[in-house]
């Protein structure tokens, strides 16, 4: 596979990861803040099958294809924007695992809400806030991934 390729598909899965992130994740904030604990289930539901559709594949391609064309291109992990890069994804994915177990606990107590027709329990509101707590720093980290990848110097690139 030639490298153009690789690096349109890596483009494209970054595309993919960021979007169904950042829109996961506005679509969750704001169903938690109508309180409605059937639109919170409903939304919550998406959220966590948008994940596995989406995220998790793109969150397993992403280093993958990264390093396959590193590879290709002969760089060494200890390259500066490399190694920040794989450390800063690094970061991301240790926000994005407890989100996701928190995501699928959120989906089923709101379920349960719905199903005994309660309000959602402090523990839900408690985890929502980690939750989005949890996003920031690993939003951050992808912003400047992508800053990385496309203002990283290549040797013989010129820019």
Same mark, same amino acid.
């Given at each position: 596979m030639?490298y153009t390729?690789?690096?349109? %598909?890596h483009i494209?899965s970054?595309?993919l990861?960021?979007?169904t ?8 904030? %704001?169903a ?6 059937q639109?919170?289930a ?7 099958l948008?994940?596995w559709?989406f995220?998790?594949p793109?969150?397993?391609?992403q280093p993958?294809?990264g390093l ?9 992990l200890?390259?500066p ?18 989100v996701v177990?928190?995501?699928i606990r %959120?989906?089923?107590m709101a379920?349960d809400?719905v199903?005994?027709?309660q309000?959602?329990?402090?523990a839900?509101w408690?985890m929502?806030?980690?939750w989005f707590w949890?996003?920031v720093?690993a939003f951050i980290? %992808? ?5 990385l990848?496309?203002f990283?110097h290549?040797p013989?690139?010129?820019s």
């Open positions: 030639s390729l690789i690096k349109t %598909m494209l970054m595309v990861l960021f979007g992130g950042l829109g996961s994740a506005f679509y969750k904030w %704001m938690d803040r109508t309180g409605n604990p639109h919170i409903a939304t919550n539901r998406q959220v966590v948008a994940d559709i995220t998790t793109t969150v397993i391609f993958l294809s396959w064309m590193i590879h290709l291109l002969g760089l060494p200890s390259t924007w490399v190694a920040i890069s794989l450390g800063l994804y690094g970061l991301a994915g240790a926000c994005w695992l407890p177990w928190l995501q %959120m989906q089923r379920e809400a199903i005994r027709q309000l959602l329990p402090p839900y408690r929502a806030r980690a949890l996003g720093p980290s %992808m912003l400047l991934v992508v800053a990848m496309v990283k290549l013989g690139a010129g």
